[in-house]
Every structure is written in C-alpha cells, then in structure tokens.
C-alpha cells in the first residue's frame, strides 16, 4: 500500500536560516508527488509538484524539491526562511489509478516555526 | 476564477443532529474530493466523485456517512447522526476532467469546514 512518511513532526528555524522539510514514500513505480502547506485555519496551498522529468522541481514562494528514487523521498528545501513561512506542511502522493483512483495520499505533516 | 468554496466554515451540531457540508468546485472542474484531518492528523480521503457518479467511497465510513454530486449544484457530504469522534475539518478538493491514464493531476483545496459536535 502507498503510505508518505514525515520523520519531523515539529521543526524550528531562525529567520534566514535554510530549511530542509524530509518526505519518503512508499510506493511501488514512478509517483505522483506533491508538496502542500497549510497556515493555522486555513485551507491547502500547493507549493510544487513532481510529474516526471527533471527531478529538481521549483515551487512557489522559494521552495524547491528534489526526488530521488534510490531513497524514495522528496525533500523539500527553502535556501532562506522567511517568518511568513510559519506553518504545516505536508507531503503527498498520487493513489495508483488501477485503487484508489485520484486520491491524494498525505503525510502527517511537519509544523514549521521560525524564530526572529 | 474563483477557487473551490466550501460552507458553512464552521459548524457545530449537538450529537445525534445531522451534518450538511457543502462543496463548489472551481470553474471547470468536475472531480471533487473530500477529505477529513483529525487534530494533529494529516488529511484522510473519504471519497472521490464526478458529476452524478461515485467513483470511490472507500475511506468513507460505512455509516452515517454520505456523499453526492448532483448534475447541478455543490458537492455535499451528510454526516447523519453525529457524534463527538465526528468533531474535524473537512476539506473539499477539485480537478479537471481527466483525459489520459497517465496524464497527472492536481487538487485545489476549499478553507474547509471544521465541524465541532457538541
């Protein structure tokens, strides 16, 4: 079965520091892989995607993701952290079309915090 | 172009009232989800529909719980009889219409719904 595992359930940064957000999946050939965040109340906002191709994928606000295959994960990094960025993030993967059709399937989430 | 709306925001029911959650999709697209995240939960698919079909209901409990998307008007999500282990926000998502097995998808999420059973 697919699953997406978030090692870091709370992580906190200093205000310009790097961030580095870890996601591994379990999932049997070439994934569907989504990167959302999530501020206190409200609704999802997807920051990046991974479909296929160039494996270093650029999102909105800054971030970026790199999948690796050999380790089956999907980190997502910000070189400089904003205090905007405070919030929970989540990773996701795409159900198998021949299951559970079009689903998403996501991590517990990673609660980001960022100190002045 | 607006995005996916959901109402009410909130809501509260006492235990044993029914819930109605309701559900726009984004212009154009006819692939709604509904999820729910417990507290300090990630979110958990319940079901997946298109305009008048149900194309997966597996992670929907097996009562209480309804889902439809009729040829006209929002998604709804009925929750009968409620309890307090019902208390959670429910999110709605949207996608276009779906062309190719393998072409990729993506999902526009609503605020949500963040029903309390009291």
């Known amino acids: 079965a697919q699953s997406v595992t978030q090692p870091d359930i709370h992580i906190t940064v200093s205000e310009g520091a790097s961030l580095e957000l870890r996601c591994n999946y379990s999932y049997g050939a070439t994934p569907y892989l989504f990167w959302y965040v999530q501020s206190p109340g409200q609704g999802l906002q997807l920051l990046l995607k991974?479909?296929?191709?160039?494996?270093l994928v650029q999102g909105i606000k800054g971030f970026e993701a790199e999948f690796k295959r050999s380790q089956s994960s999907f980190n997502l990094r910000k070189p400089s952290v904003h205090w905007s960025d405070a919030a929970e993030y989540f990773c996701a993967v795409g159900a198998d079309y021949g299951g559970s059709q079009g689903n998403l399937i996501f991590g517990k989430g990673t609660k980001l915090s960022v100190k002045p | 172009n607006a995005g996916v709306m959901q109402n009410p925001r909130h809501l509260v029911r006492r235990r044993g009232q029914e819930a109605r959650l309701r559900c726009s999709p984004m212009?154009?697209?006819?692939?709604v989800y509904w999820y729910r995240q417990l507290p300090e939960e990630g979110l958990k698919f319940m079901v997946y529909l298109q305009k008048e079909n149900i194309i997966d209901e597996s992670g929907m409990p097996k009562e209480r719980f309804s889902a439809e998307f009729p040829k006209e008007g929002p998604s709804i999500l009925r929750i009968q009889q409620v309890v307090r282990g019902d208390s959670a926000a429910y999110f709605c998502?949207?996608?276009?219409?779906?062309?190719?097995?393998?072409?990729?998808?993506?999902?526009?999420f609503g605020p949500g719904t963040r029903l309390t059973v009291t």
């Open positions: 212009k154009g697209h006819s692939h």
């Open positions: 991974y479909f296929s191709g160039d494996t």
């Open positions: 998502a949207s996608s276009p219409r779906l062309e190719l097995r393998d072409r990729p998808y993506e999902q526009y």
